[in-house]
């Protein structure tokens, strides 16, 4: 399937030689194309189908482009640019079936993934990079921080928190780094998707 995407980032990205990110390209793309307003309702299926739809775009052009043998289209979450043959690297593969980048391709291109991606799977993605991110350990800190038992409840985390940040708030006399201890402690437990 052709992506609609394909020549409003091409356009882009030559207005922008020295590269641009992600997040910039789809504000820009947000902001210049029609094409995000009807993606569905939950704000996370909505954001990961803006960026599979970007990065289909973006790995589609990059073939093309490479059978043009004239430009090739780096790729990457900060920096996508364009670059004359000339500027690449000879040491850099003069494949783009090569290891990890290949694997992304495939992904990006394959149609499947975005028609069969729903609201739950980005959830339990979501739940498994935050689960990556924070070990078991950081886990029982945060609990012992804010007092609270395993497996708290989010109101549950608010309440503890709001409670001991009052007294902790650098407005209020309290100690500005128990305060940020107290924040992070919250942000981790709240980003563990406890119910």
Not at 8 to 19: D, V
Not at 68 to 80: A, C, K, T
Not at 91 to 112: F, I, M, N, R
């Amino acid at each position: 399937m052709n992506n609609p995407l394909i020549q409003p980032i091409l356009s882009i990205l030559e207005a922008n030689s020295q590269g641009i990110s992600e997040f910039e390209l789809l504000r820009l793309l947000e902001r210049e194309t029609p094409i995000f307003d009807d993606l569905g309702d939950d704000p996370d299926l909505k954001l990961f189908r803006k960026h599979f739809l970007i990065m289909n775009a973006l790995y589609q052009l990059q073939r093309q482009l490479w059978q043009e043998d004239e430009v090739r289209l780096s790729i990457s979450p900060l920096q996508i640019q364009l670059e004359a043959v000339t500027q690449i690297e000879i040491s850099q593969s003069s494949e783009v079936e090569d290891g990890a980048e290949a694997k992304l391709a495939a992904y990006y291109l394959d149609w499947d993934e975005y028609d069969n991606t729903d609201a739950e799977d980005v959830a339990a993605l979501l739940k498994g990079f935050y689960n990556k991110l924070f070990n078991h350990e950081d886990t029982e800190q945060a609990l012992e921080t804010l007092g609270i038992k395993e497996n708290p409840t989010k109101s549950e985390i608010k309440q503890a928190y709001r409670l001991l940040v009052k007294k902790a708030h650098p407005d209020r006399g309290g100690d500005a780094k128990k305060f940020i201890k107290l924040r992070k402690a919250y942000e981790h437990l709240i980003s563990q998707s406890y119910a």
